[in-house]
Nanobody, 123 residues
Framework: QVQLVESGGGLVQAGGSLRLSCAVY????????MDWYRQAPGKQRELVAV???????NYADSVKGRFAISRDDAANTLYLQMDSLKPEDTAVYYC?????????????????WGRGTQVTVSS
């Protein structure tokens, strides 16, 4: 059973910083890419940042230069460093693992989502 667990969200003032973590659990052979998405109430879920298995990254224009995605394979953890936070960054942030290849109990390749962590940025 593959599970993703986000943490690190909270309440922060505009201009502040937070570091989100996504711990990945389970018997995993490989992951094609990992993403951070966010969703505010009544709005569509939007892609924030992506990191591929090769280490390439991409960001939404709205967060470029302020957020940084990274991962520690030894720790099985994905990170999102968020600096210069703005009220518009307020949302639930979700971790996504794309193309997860696991073999317990049988071989599967599928995506997995975390349950999210709340980020609230006050004015």
């Amino acid at each position: 059973q593959v599970q993703l667990v986000e943490s690190g969200g909270g309440l922060v003032q505009a201009g502040g910083s937070l570091r989100l973590s996504c711990a990945v659990y389970g018997s995993i052979i490989s992951i094609n890419a990992m993403d951070w998405y966010r969703q505010a109430p009544g709005k569509q879920r939007e892609l924030v940042a992506v990191i591929t298995s090769g280490g390439s990254t991409n960001y939404a224009d709205s967060v470029k230069g302020r957020f940084a995605i990274s991962r520690d394979d030894a720790a099985n953890t994905l990170y999102l460093q968020m600096d210069s936070l703005k009220p518009e960054d307020t949302a639930v942030y979700y971790c996504l693992a794309e193309g997860v290849y696991s073999d317990i109990p049988e071989r599967t390749v599928r995506d997995y989502w975390g349950r999210g962590t709340q980020v609230t940025v006050s004015s």
